[in-house]
Every structure is written in structure tokens, then in C-alpha cells.
């Protein structure tokens, strides 16, 4: 795994910014910080509009027809304290601005020098702030250390996704490697700090890492089966047409493979302890006993986790699936197509590499639960002695 980390290290390489995240200058998009002081529904066409003002804004030069206009305080960059004049057109997808709304601001310079602002998004850093705090809050209140070592380990997973994968991508370095060597240390990090360094979870992780190359193995082929291109989605054909060395089909595969491996890591974590606990229940019992044991505990988790896996797809597709039932498409042109292809397969995929990763997680903590001797406590503080 260090080796393969240090083989697919990203190098220095810059990536020029695309063209939609650009200002008309070239450079990256500067946001500021806005709120909503005064909205109402008038005449469109003002003077003001973008521009930076105090007072009032100028009226409009004609009535020619109504915008929803807001005039927003600037709370942020140069022009801290100062006030601009945002025109929206109603229709859908148009902002629905009210007085007290926080958002973000785009400045930019127009050709003649002069500075101009617009419309970004919504500011949702303090209710994002607030819906994570709480998370943690309730992960830490029930799992308590357990639950906060979970938590470093989330931290640590999206640091190996920011640090080494996306820049590794970004390199041209090949996906499906880049996608298991990532993978392999987001487990190393989360399996030993949410629950100790142990057989048991060992265990697990061998089953997770074993189930993570099926997944691989599994994706390769369906994709080049399926003729899955996943330009179907719009960020893929922006990629494909801004960052042309990135591999579309590499990258859908990558996508799939780490998309598995949360939903692994529950399943085979749950075998791993299972087969342990049964070994410290009862020292006599044999590998094959263990194993047949905790594979009736396996196929129950299994019913339930395939409804959570293909649910959790299909909730993703929803918006999808509405459009194509109005489109007067039949059945199997719609399965068919593309964008519903690639979720199908991409559960399909994780409901395979599931399935397989409940007997060979079983087997291989079956394996090293007797390797201790009988009545040895074997897995962490959870484990019984005979």
C-alpha cells in the first residue's frame, strides 16, 4: 500500500482553471459576502444594477417589464459596507431572494474597469456548521470514544480523498489504482481508529480490502459490458470537456469503487464481531461451527443492507426517474439509457461485492478467532471471556 501511495503520488503538476469557474479576466471566481435588505417587485433596467452604490438606487430608464430586485448590503471585500442592486426574472431555477437573506456575492471587473456584482448562491456556511455540529454531537453523545475516534477517522478519509486522490486524478495517474491505494488507507485510517488494533478488526479489514478488489474487478467488467460511457451526467461531460486527460470511463469506475466501500466496511465489521463473539461464547466450538454461526447472522444483515444499497441509489435517481415517466418512453429504453444504466449498475455492483464480503469476512474471522488459545479475550473491549 506505501508502495503503491508512493508510486501514484501526485507530482506538482498545475491545471488550468475551466472555463465556467473563470472570471472574464481569466482568473478564479472571488465571492463576497451580501444580505438581503430590501426586495420588491418593480421595473427592470436600473443603472444600478450590479454596480456599487450608496443611498438608493438609480431608477430605471424605461418600464418596459417587472424584475424581483433586491438590494443587497455588501458585508465583505473592497466595497465592505456599500450596497448593490441584483434584477431577477422570475422563472424556475430564478433565486427567490427575501429581506434578511445571507448569500454570496461574484465580483468581478467589467471591461471598462469598473467593478460589478452578481448573484452567486445562498451563504449556508453557519446552517451547514450548525447540521455537522449536531452529527458529531450525537455520534460522540452514544458511540462516545468510539464514537469520536469515528469521527477523526471521517476526518482522516477526506484527507486522503483531498491530499492524495483528487490531485492524483487530476494528474493523469490511472483511476482504478489511484481508486484502491486511496481506498486501502481510508480503511487502514477508519477500521483501526474507530475500533482498536485487533484481530477482530483485522479481520475486517481483510474482508473489506478482499471485497474492495471484487468491487473493482466487478465494475471493469460491467462497464465494458454495458458500453457505460457516463457522459449522461453533466459534471462528467464537464470534466471531459475542461479537464480532457481525466478518463471519463476511469473515473466513473473509480466512483463505484469507493461509493462500495462505506456500505462494506458496516457489513464486514458486523461479521468480523459476530464470528468473535461467538468464539468467546463458546471456547470449544470449532471454525466450521463459527463460521456456520455467523454466516446466520450474515444473511439476515444481508437482506437488510441490499434494501438500504439499491434504495440509496434509486433516492439519488429520483429526479431522473420523474422526467423519464413523463417522457412517453417505454420501459426498457429507459432502463437502458445511460444515466438510469449507471445507477443500476453501480448498485448492482455493490450488492454483489456486499454479499461476497459477508462469507469471505466470515472465513477469515473464523480463521483468527482460534488463534488464540480457548478463553482468550481476542477482540478489543467488547470481547468475552469463556
Known amino acids: 500500500m506505501l508502495f503503491g501511495t508512493a508510486?501514484?503520488?501526485?507530482?506538482?503538476?498545475?491545471?488550468?482553471?475551466?472555463?465556467?469557474?473563470?472570471?472574464?479576466?481569466?482568473?478564479?471566481?472571488?465571492?463576497?459576502a451580501g444580505t438581503v435588505v430590501e426586495q420588491n417587485t418593480g421595473p427592470c433596467g436600473s443603472p444600478s444594477?450590479?454596480?456599487?452604490?450608496?443611498?438608493?438606487?438609480?431608477?430605471?430608464?424605461?418600464?418596459?417589464?417587472d424584475c424581483e430586485r433586491s438590494i443587497v448590503t455588501i458585508e465583505s471585500g473592497p466595497d465592505d459596507g456599500a450596497r448593490?442592486?441584483?434584477?431577477?426574472?422570475?422563472?424556475?431555477?430564478?433565486?427567490?431572494l427575501q429581506a434578511g437573506d445571507e448569500i454570496r456575492l461574484v465580483r468581478q471587473t467589467?471591461?471598462?474597469?469598473?467593478?460589478?456584482?452578481?448573484?452567486?448562491?445562498?451563504?449556508?456556511?453557519?446552517?451547514?456548521a450548525l447540521v455537522v455540529a449536531a452529527f458529531a454531537v450525537v455520534v460522540v453523545a452514544i458511540a462516545r470514544w468510539r464514537g469520536l475516534r469515528a469521527l477523526i477517522g471521517l476526518g482522516v478519509a477526506f484527507g486522503v480523498l483531498v491530499v492524495f486522490m483528487l490531485p492524483a486524478l487530476l494528474d493523469g495517474k490511472p483511476?482504478?489504482?489511484?481508486?484502491?491505494?486511496?481506498?486501502?488507507?481510508?480503511?487502514?485510517?477508519?477500521?483501526?481508529?474507530?475500533?482498536?488494533?485487533?484481530?477482530?478488526?483485522?479481520?475486517?479489514?481483510?474482508?473489506?480490502?478482499?471485497?474492495?478488489?471484487?468491487a473493482a474487478l466487478l465494475s471493469y467488467v460491467t462497464i465494458r459490458m454495458t458500453h457505460l460511457t457516463g457522459l449522461s451526467e453533466e459534471q462528467n461531460t464537464d470534466?471531459?470537456?475542461?479537464?480532457?486527460?481525466?478518463?471519463?470511463?476511469?473515473?466513473?469506475?473509480?466512483?463505484?469503487?469507493?461509493?462500495?466501500?462505506?456500505?462494506?466496511?458496516?457489513?464486514?465489521?458486523?461479521?468480523?464481531?459476530?464470528?468473535?463473539?461467538?468464539?468467546?461464547?463458546?471456547?470449544e466450538s470449532s471454525r466450521r461451527e463459527i463460521f456456520s454461526a455467523a454466516m446466520r447472522v450474515g444473511r439476515d444483515?444481508?437482506?437488510?443492507?441490499?434494501?438500504?444499497?439499491?434504495?440509496?441509489?434509486?433516492?439519488?435517481?429520483?429526479?431522473?426517474?420523474l422526467l423519464f415517466s413523463v417522457a412517453g418512453r417505454s420501459i426498457t429504453d429507459v432502463i437502458t439509457?445511460?444515466?438510469?444504466?449507471?445507477?443500476?449498475?453501480?448498485a448492482c455492483v455493490g450488492g454483489i461485492a456486499l454479499t461476497l464480503s459477508v462469507p469471505l469476512t466470515t472465513a477469515i474471522a473464523a480463521v483468527l478467532a482460534r488463534t488464540d488459545a480457548p478463553g482468550q479475550q481476542t477482540g478489543g473491549r467488547h470481547a468475552r471471556r469463556a
Not at 481508486?179 to 475486517?204: C, K, M, P, Q
Request: charged share 10%; aromatic share 8%.
Open 7 to 32: 508510486l501514484l503520488w501526485p507530482s506538482s503538476r498545475s491545471v488550468d482553471i475551466p472555463a465556467p469557474f473563470q472570471t472574464s479576466g481569466g482568473g478564479a471566481v472571488v465571492t463576497e
Open 301 to 321: 444483515h444481508i437482506a437488510s443492507t441490499v434494501y438500504t444499497l439499491v434504495l440509496a441509489y434509486a433516492g439519488g435517481a429520483l429526479p431522473l426517474l
Open 110 to 128: 467589467d471591461p471598462a474597469g469598473a467593478t460589478q456584482y452578481s448573484f452567486y448562491d445562498y451563504a449556508r456556511g453557519f446552517p451547514l
Open 175 to 214: 483511476a482504478v489504482p489511484v481508486a484502491l491505494v486511496g481506498g486501502a488507507l481510508i480503511l487502514y485510517a477508519v477500521l483501526y481508529l474507530a475500533h482498536g488494533v485487533n484481530l477482530r478488526t483485522s479481520s475486517a479489514l481483510l474482508g473489506t480490502l478482499a471485497s474492495m478488489v471484487v
Open 337 to 346: 439509457s445511460d444515466a438510469v444504466a449507471i445507477e443500476l449498475v453501480r
Open 239 to 283: 470534466v471531459q470537456l475542461y479537464i480532457g486527460h481525466v478518463s471519463i470511463s476511469g473515473l466513473l469506475l473509480a466512483g463505484f469503487i469507493i461509493g462500495s466501500l462505506g456500505v462494506l466496511n458496516d457489513v464486514t465489521i458486523t461479521q468480523a464481531s459476530s464470528a468473535f463473539e461467538l468464539a468467546g461464547l463458546d471456547p
Open 84 to 96: 448593490t442592486l441584483l434584477e431577477v426574472i422570475p422563472g424556475p431555477g430564478q433565486p427567490e
Open 49 to 65: 444594477f450590479g454596480r456599487v452604490f450608496t443611498g438608493e438606487p438609480s431608477p430605471p430608464s424605461s418600464n418596459t417589464f
